[in-house]
């Protein structure tokens, strides 16, 4: 009885440690200050023994008294300072990712990279009134002015967003069996041309239509009306790797299957549906028709789903799903480009035009909070 009381006593950290073997509790460890090293079993002699064996040039440095007492003080506080400075870069990683956020805000709405500094102005303004009663006001207030936004900063952080998109859509297009490219060029306000070109793709159960780049033709001035480049939809011979046998044979076995049958006869109930829902809601409200689900979603979904025996078929769907339809993405590209060069004043870098297009036609969101996490340590 006696024995396991003292070794219950012994599984708790005792104060001293700290100034005799530099040793601190963490989370219910016993931590080593000089080392970061960790002592399972709080046992006074574990923590000796490591200290003895580990440190002996401190042990002798600093003998046991005073002198040992004042040193492990200095390297308490040292290592407190440092944890202090941790929560500081840690609180920076809000505002980095909050400065993303800001200047995503800033291009999708149009603005110039100058609007950064107005809207800091603004907000601090706004916040001063909205919440002078919070007991935490001033720490509000000081994660405000501290948020980077300068018109460099959020010049240097839309970059690094549609750096990040571009990464995501060539990830997508490597990964899809097929995809179409619509190129198209135009006139900006300068009258100098630009070359728009436009992907279309299956991500998953996602068809996507993404503005991979805006490129200025240097030196030319050409008129001509648009072209788009995509699949002939009458012949199965431009679908690489199909053959004709295969796709007659799985389209007889689809038409045999009443499983197959039925669910393609829901998925058309389920596109009519949705075209009268889209016909109602062009009526009264166009922002009821962004709510619905998109019909390449559900057609897209079914021919994922069918099994293997059908994998011809069910190429051959993608394949033309990844078609483009309409010249729709291109013409809202350049009414885009047409917008961003008129507000900037065409006083934009290629770089930069190629980024504010990239982010206001893409439907990737860009993970700021990926891209400002290895930043944390730059800024100190
Ligand atoms: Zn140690």
């Given at each position: 009885m006696a024995k396991r009381k003292k070794d219950e006593e012994y599984r708790t950290f005792q104060d001293e440690w700290t100034e005799e073997f530099t040793f601190v509790e963490r989370a219910g460890s016993a931590v080593c200050l000089i080392c970061?090293?960790?002592?399972?079993?709080?046992?006074?002699?574990?923590?000796?023994?490591?200290?003895?064996?580990?440190?002996?040039?401190?042990?002798?440095?600093?003998?046991?008294?005073?002198?040992r007492k004042k040193a492990c003080q200095e390297?308490?506080?040292?290592?407190?300072?440092?944890q202090q400075q941790l929560r500081v870069w840690t609180r920076q990683g809000d505002c980095n990712s909050a400065s993303f956020a800001g200047s995503l805000a800033i291009v999708r709405n149009g603005k110039p990279f100058t609007d950064g500094e107005y809207?800091?102005?603004?907000?601090?303004?706004?916040?001063?009134?909205?919440?002078?009663?919070?007991?935490?006001?001033?720490?509000?207030?000081?994660?405000?002015?501290?948020?980077?936004?300068?018109?460099?900063?959020?010049?240097?952080?839309?970059?690094m967003m549609?750096?990040?998109?571009?990464?995501?859509?060539?990830?997508?297009?490597?990964a899809a069996p097929f995809f179409s490219l619509a190129l198209d060029e135009s006139a900006d306000v300068s009258?100098?041309?630009?070359?728009?070109?436009?992907?279309?793709?299956?991500?998953?159960?996602?068809l996507r239509e993404e503005s991979l780049a805006v490129l200025p033709i240097k030196g030319s001035r050409v008129h001509h009306p648009s072209n788009e480049c995509s699949l002939n939809t009458a012949d199965l011979s431009y679908i690489p790797g199909?053959?004709?046998r295969d796709f007659e044979a799985e389209v007889a076995d689809l038409k045999a299957s009443d499983m197959w049958v039925n669910k393609f006869k829901s998925l058309n109930e389920d596109l009519e549906r949705i075209a009268r829902q889209k016909e109602?809601?062009?009526?009264?409200?166009?922002?009821?028709m962004k709510k619905l689900q998109p019909e390449d979603q559900l057609i897209i979904k079914t021919w994922n789903a069918l099994p293997v025996t059908y994998h011809t078929l069910q190429r051959v769907s993608i394949a033309v799903l990844t078609m483009f339809g309409s010249t729709y993405a291109c013409e809202q590209s350049f009414s885009h480009l047409k917008n961003i060069k008129s507000n900037l004043r065409s006083r934009l870098t290629d770089e930069s035009l190629?980024?504010?297009?990239?982010?206001?036609?893409?439907?990737?969101?860009p993970d700021y909070k990926a891209i400002s996490k290895p930043m944390q340590h730059q800024v100190y």
């Open positions: 970061n090293d960790k002592i399972a079993s709080m046992k006074r002699s574990n923590v000796k023994r490591h200290f003895d064996t580990r440190h002996a040039t401190f042990a002798s440095k600093y003998p046991a008294g005073d002198s390297l308490l506080s040292r290592v407190q300072a440092s809207a800091k102005t603004f907000m601090l303004d706004v916040a001063n009134e909205l919440f002078g009663d919070l007991p935490n006001k001033d720490k509000i207030i000081k994660q405000i002015q501290d948020m980077p936004l300068s018109a460099r900063t959020v010049h240097d952080r839309i970059i549609a750096n990040q998109v571009e990464e995501t859509q060539v990830k997508d297009i490597n009258h100098l041309s630009q070359f728009s070109v436009i992907a279309r793709y299956a991500a998953g159960d996602t199909v053959s004709i109602l809601a062009s009526k009264h409200m166009w922002t009821e190629n980024a504010c297009m990239k982010l206001n036609l893409t439907k990737y969101q």
